[in-house]
């Protein structure tokens, strides 16, 4: 901070001083540009190594946390980060009710959604209501255990499916509302949803909206995945304006939150505002298109860009400060549930998106003065 910038306004906001951009009312809204579908994470599961902390500026208390955990096994900094008290939504593969259960048991605010393994779906020739019957019929040989209907809070479907075209969105939330409509009438709450950054195009959501409305009427949420990369901040209003950026309730973006274009232009205009998880969240260079290293995937790979560009030195306080960013904004909407860091202990192949070790210790610190109950 410091200094005036022309054309700007300098807001102080904690210690934090933010220029805020002259916008003309003028300007036509910015066409979305065409956004490649990244690969969707897989299933199985390697052990990474923790390293040694070093000790980071504590974060200032604040309001309760929206940040949630993505977890592919039964790690235990988990409950490290479930005692810290900020842990909004846990979204785990690992499905053992004893597991869950002590999720539960350390934090009984926190959410807990589940996802069975399955193959990629096959839009182009989905027969929608048997194979909604068909996934009902799976999901029940887990999620109809006595334990797990107490426990888990709600289940999705198929992960990151992508629609190419309006007849593939219509079987999609045909399959979509079917199976939450089924799911209901057991007392089970679904996902719908859980499309990959930047999916589905703008103009094919309206196809989708059958699939929200049966989501409305069953007590169900919406997923969706936010990712971006070099930053979390690329392709937001918020992009290139340094390491504290700050964020309002009119910010919005194309792949991080991508989430209020859809709300403020398209589900609340239907009445169909539900309540969002970001079931995956962080910066992943599978992104298109994307400064930064070519060859990068996780927030690990980004840590030398960040501190060569003025993110941060030291690479676990940084990812950390771009997630609280994130926070803040899902904070400032209150059908936002909450968002699920990718990841913790994730499946194979996608160690370099691991927050064990140091990014979990920045991260217990943040939690512990965003508690949930204040």
């Given amino acids: 901070g410091g200094g005036a910038v022309p054309g700007a306004t300098a807001v102080v906001e904690g210690a934090y001083d933010q220029y805020l951009p002259l916008v003309s009312n003028q300007s036509a809204p910015t066409p979305e540009p ?35 955990i993505f977890i592919g ?79 888990f809070d709600a289940w999705e479907a198929y992960n990151e499916p992508v629609a190419g075209n309006a007849d593939e969105m219509k079987r999609l939330a045909d399959f979509e509302a079917e ?13 719908i949803g859980n499309f990959g950054t930047g999916q589905p195009p703008m103009e094919l959501w309206e196809h989708f909206l059958p699939a929200v409305q049966a989501a409305k009427e069953n007590d169900g949420w919406l997923g969706l995945h936010e990712y971006s990369a070099p930053t979390i901040y690329y392709l937001s209003t918020r992009q290139d304006q340094g390491r504290y950026p700050g964020v309002t309730p009119g910010d919005t973006g194309w792949l991080t939150l991508r989430y209020r274009h859809v709300y403020n232009d398209i ?46 030195l030291w690479g676990p306080g940084a990812y950390i400060e771009q997630l609280v960013w994130y926070d803040q904004a899902m ?18 192949g996608w160690h370099t998106y691991d927050i064990i070790g140091s990014a979990t210790g920045v991260l217990e610190q943040y939690l512990s003065v965003h508690r949930l109950n204040g």
């Fill in 34 to 68: 065409t956004l490649t579908p990244t690969p969707p994470k897989a299933t199985s599961v390697p052990r990474p190594q923790a390293t040694s902390t070093p000790v980071a500026t504590p974060f200032p208390p604040g309001p309760p946390s929206k940040l949630g």
């Fill in 267 to 312: 589900l609340r205009p239907a009445g169909l505002e539900i309540p969002l998880v970001m079931t995956e969240l962080g910066v992943d260079g599978l992104v298109a298109n994307r400064p930064g290293p070519p060859d990068g995937r996780g927030w690990q790979n980004f840590q030398d860009y960040w501190a060569q560009n003025g993110y941060g």
């Fill in 331 to 348: 904070q400032q909407d209150s059908y936002v549930i909450g968002g699920c860091i990718y990841a913790l202990a994730p499946p194979g």
């Fill in 179 to 191: 199976r939450t409509r089924l799911l209901g009438a057991r007392g089970i709450r679904s996902v």
């Fill in 73 to 151: 096994r039964n790690e235990p900094e988990l409950f490290r980060l479930l005692r810290a008290g900020g842990v909004a939504v846990v979204k785990t593969l690992e499905l053992d009710p004893n597991f869950a259960g002590e999720i539960k048991q350390v934090s009984p605010q926190t959410k807990v959604i589940g996802r069975i393994d399955l193959p990629q779906i096959q839009l182009s020739s989905l027969d929608p209501i048997p194979a909604a019957q068909d996934f009902v019929n799976k999901l029940m040989e887990v999620a109809d255990d006595t334990q797990r209907r107490q426990l």
